[in-house]
């Protein structure tokens, strides 16, 4: 009824730079709350950014400064853009977003199916 389709990931060097993209599709009546989570290996699925539908952001402390969220309501999509990246910052990053299928029904979380962030030498 919903996806999330993320792109832009892959292999980065130490310092370098991704830009993460998230469209959502499906039945949309509106959508809240978008957000990039991330999960390294071996470690717990943890937020790294949010940003809300008046566009006001959240940031991990680990991110803070270096990653930037913004969004496109027009078409539906969030993008993550990565600067001076660091190793600990590989991970599986999913794109989350909460939305409204309806003007009845109630918000609900949809996630990506998840995308790969290397950052390597």
């Known amino acids: 009824q919903v996806q999330l389709v993320e792109s832009g990931g892959g292999l980065a060097q130490p310092g370098g730079s991704l830009r993460l993209s998230c469209a959502v599709s499906?039945?949309?009546?509106?959508?809240?709350?978008m957000g990039w989570y991330r999960q390294a290996p071996g470690k717990e699925r943890e937020l790294a950014v949010i940003?809300?539908?008046?566009?006001?952001?959240n940031y991990a402390d680990s991110v803070k400064g270096r990653f930037t969220i913004s969004r496109d309501n027009a078409k539906n999509t969030v993008y993550l853009q990565m600067n001076s990246l660091k190793p600990e910052d590989t991970a599986v990053y999913y794109c989350?977003?909460?939305?409204?299928?309806?003007?009845?029904?109630?918000?609900?979380?949809?996630w990506g199916q998840g995308i790969q962030v290397t950052v390597s030498s």
């Open positions: 989350n977003a909460e939305v409204r299928t309806g003007l009845l029904t109630w918000d609900r979380d949809y």
């Open positions: 499906g039945s949309i009546f509106a959508i809240y709350n």
């Open positions: 940003i809300r539908s008046d566009g006001s952001t």
